[in-house]
């Protein structure tokens, strides 16, 4: 079989390449690693006061034992308002421990010490007194931030949460839903001034009905006003073929409710991949075939060999008389020549 002509070589390579870039485009791609959803629902759902080096803690004051401790500092005022505490910092170590302590977050930013930089001899609690200024110009609803205690190696971080007197609004938003293989992204807004716990609800419906219908369930987070958290919601079982439509349902005590969703198409790679290899085996038998039957009817429109016996056309006898051939014919050997007597002449009779 000849090779393909040119033409036909540039069209394959098109349609190789146009297909290629095709499958790669409908290749879903790999679970991403733990990116920043996960540090802020970490961040989150981080550990209360007391967590830290096992030779010295930090913790709001109170409470006689560990079981009895507050998890965080709790205040509430209105605007303009001067709010006390006390940190209770507890040497367990055999050696004096030296502890800086500093305001983080917004709430954290109002928050002043009685000393920033307290030395507690081994065996020893200490309490430190913190006052917290609620500014004149504070909106109503809550505030959150950390008194951080660090000793120069390690640190533990105690959460505050401030409730500020007036009308409080709680706002919530689910945005930027998005469908990854077997992942479902989305981020959780705090539109309004008061401080949520959110739930949320999931369901996924394809052609054929209902896929995923997870019931509403409270997320292990707390979110202050105004702040933006990324999680991901796994989907082990997606689909591997269809379309499926995901819708996100998300609430919070005080009326907070929002909606969301968001679209998407499960091909599976292995069958796209050989529905391609035979769609080019096709492509490439198809051209093969038209290459040969371009080349037949180029050879049935050439006219018959001259050396190829058969029936000669009508004048075909004639237009050889007119022609000179240089055909060689069997020369004839010619018999013995008979002598002719002598020729008698007749005269007149007389």
Not at 60 to 75: C, I, N, Q, S
Not at 155 to 177: C, F, Q
Not at 190 to 216: C, I, Q, S
Request: glycine share 12%; proline share 11%.
């Amino acid at each position: 079989m000849s090779p393909p002509t040119p033409r036909l070589r540039r069209a394959l390579l098109v349609l190789t390449a146009a297909l290629a870039a095709l499958l790669c485009a409908l290749a879903p791609l790999p679970a991403a690693a733990a990116g920043p959803a996960d540090t802020d629902a970490a961040a989150d759902t981080a550990p209360t006061a007391g967590d830290g080096p096992a030779d010295w803690t930090a913790r709001p004051a109170g409470g006689g034992t560990d079981r009895d401790a507050r998890p965080y500092v709790y205040l509430e005022g209105t605007p303009g308002t001067a709010l006390q505490d006390r940190l209770a910092v507890t040497n367990s170590g055999r050696a004096p421990l030296t502890v800086r302590l500093r305001g983080d977050g917004r709430a954290g930013a109002w928050i002043g010490f009685a000393a920033d930089t307290v030395t507690v001899p081994a065996r020893t609690r200490a309490e430190v007194p913190l006052a917290l200024t609620v500014p004149p110009d504070a909106v109503p609803g809550d505030a959150s931030g950390e008194v951080v205690a660090h000793d120069g190696d390690e640190e533990i971080r105690v959460p505050v949460r401030v409730r500020i007197g007036g009308p409080t609004l709680a706002a919530l938003t689910v945005e930027d839903v998005e469908i990854s293989g077997g992942t479902i992204r989305y981020a959780l807004v705090n539109r309004g001034n008061a401080m949520l716990e959110p739930r949320l609800a999931v369901r996924a419906d394809g052609m054929f009905g209902t896929l995923l219908d997870r019931p509403e369930r409270p997320l292990p987070l707390e979110l202050a006003p105004g702040r933006r958290v990324e999680r991901t919601e796994p989907w082990p079982d997606a689909p591997a073929l269809g379309t499926v439509t995901v819708r996100l349902r998300v609430t919070a005590p005080g009326g907070a409710r929002d909606e969301a969703e968001a679209s998407a198409t499960y091909i599976p790679v292995a069958p796209a991949v050989g529905g391609g290899l035979l769609v080019l085996g096709g492509l490439a038998l198809l051209g093969s075939g038209a290459y040969r039957r371009r080349r037949t009817r180029r050879g049935d429109s050439e006219p018959p060999d001259t050396e190829t016996g058969g029936t000669e056309p009508p004048g075909a006898e004639a237009a050889d008389d007119r022609q000179p051939t240089t055909e060689t014919r069997p020369l004839v050997k010619a018999g013995p020549l008979v002598k002719a007597g002598p020729v008698v002449k007749a005269g007149a009779e007389s």
